[in-house]
Nanobody
Framework: QVQLVESGGGLVQAGGSLRLSCAASGRTFSRDTMGWFRQAPGKEREFVAAISWNGGSTHYADSLKGRFTISRNNARNTVYLQVNNLKPEDTAVYYC??????????????????????WGRGTQVTVSS
């Protein structure tokens, strides 16, 4: 059974930092694009970041550049999202997702949730002001 399990969320004050992790099991994702998305209450799921199969390239939502960093460790089948200088508007459930195929990172649809094949159940991040 393929699973993506996120962890590392929590309650943090504005200006704080968190490191989210996504551990994969059931198959290796070392040749796949991995992404992070988030969904705030009453809003649609939005793209946060994506990373290529070997970690050599990344995409970020324009509004989050400089504060969020995505990385991966293929030996551990794990993807990370470092989030710094958190703001109350970052409050959301953060989801990890996988899109099969190493070339999928280079398509124009890397930011579309509908194009991802596997999803975790999410981890809640709450930022207090």
């Amino acid at each position: 059974q393929v699973q993506l399990v996120e962890s590392g969320g929590g309650l943090v004050q504005a200006g704080g930092s968190l490191r989210l992790s996504c551990a994969a099991s059931g198959r290796t994702f070392s040749r796949d694009t991995m992404g992070w998305f988030r969904q705030a209450p009453g809003k649609e799921r939005e793209f946060v970041a994506a990373i290529s199969w070997n970690g050599g390239s990344t995409h970020y939502a324009d509004s989050l550049k400089g504060r969020f960093t995505i990385s991966r460790n293929n030996a551990r089948n794990t993807v990370y999202l470092q989030v710094n200088n958190l703001k109350p508007e970052d409050t959301a459930v953060y989801y990890c997702a996988a899109r099969t195929g190493r070339d999928t990172f280079y398509t124009a649809s890397y930011y579309l949730p509908s194009r991802y094949d596997y999803w975790g159940r999410g981890t809640q991040v709450t930022v207090s002001s």
